[in-house]
């Protein structure tokens, strides 16, 4: 069946470094790649996605690159603040969203 | 808040109770979903209604029992449970059930606790 591989599961990072969290799906049919974050006592809030007709997108500090080729997507996150701290879920859809296991940010001060 | 309200935040329960959760969305999507969350698991897809039909159980046990009675609002009525269904259950809606790709709109849980 369909399937999200997330990694890594937990990252630690210094204040101020960049943070990637890669995810690989193996639905080709997939289209759309959806980013959440959880912050404790929250349920996974939208944060950024991105369509497989577009290969890279970018919020502020939080960026998203695509290899449809390869069936990656990842998250990237630079000059990490404190506030980013959470769970984050990759997720990949076509006629149905599969969430991949979530990676736990940490950032150090 | 983001559009979609769960209630009870927290609810701890014995194993012979009777409760329900309930959310409620009103940012007119069409779809709504229920989710489990465990510790060191993956989101858990429960149920889906798409149009207040049902469309989607997910080999759920019969102790969980999903009503929607308008596009707006949902349930999960709970009863017998068993420790193991100690979680946060996550409430979600979207557009449309997940065609043409569309981001979810998740609340906050309620964390349920079976003693």
């Known amino acids: 069946g369909e399937n999200v591989e997330q990694h890594p599961s937990t990252l630690s990072v210094q204040e101020g470094d960049s943070a990637v969290i890669k995810c690989t799906y193996s639905d080709s049919a997939s289209n759309y790649f959806p980013w959440y974050k959880q912050e404790l006592g929250k349920g996974p809030q939208l944060i950024i996605d991105?369509?497989?007709?577009?290969g890279e997108k970018k919020d502020q500090r939080i960026a998203v690159t695509l290899n449809k080729t390869a069936k990656h997507f990842s998250l990237h996150i630079t000059e990490t603040q404190p506030e980013d701290s959470a769970v984050y879920f990759c997720a990949a859809s076509y006629d149905k969203i599969i969430f991949g296991k979530g990676t736990r940010l940490h950032i150090l001060p | 808040e983001t559009g979609v309200t769960q209630t009870p935040r927290h609810l701890v329960m014995g194993m012979t109770n009777k409760k329900s959760l309930k959310c409620e969305q009103h940012?007119?999507?069409?779809?709504m979903y229920w989710y489990k969350q465990s510790a060191k698991k993956p989101l858990e897809l429960m149920f889906v209604y798409s149009l207040e039909e049902r469309v989607e159980n997910n080999s759920v046990p019969s102790r969980f029992s999903p009503e929607c009675p308008n596009s707006s609002h949902l349930f999960l009525h709970l009863h017998t449970l068993q420790p193991e269904d100690s979680a946060l259950y996550l409430c979600?809606?979207?557009?449309?059930?997940?065609?043409?790709?569309?981001?979810?709109?998740f609340g906050s849980g309620t964390r349920l606790t079976v003693v």
């Open positions: 991105i369509r497989s007709n577009v």
């Open positions: 940012l007119g999507h069409n779809a």
């Open positions: 979600a809606s979207s557009q449309d059930r997940d065609r043409g790709g569309y981001g979810y709109t």
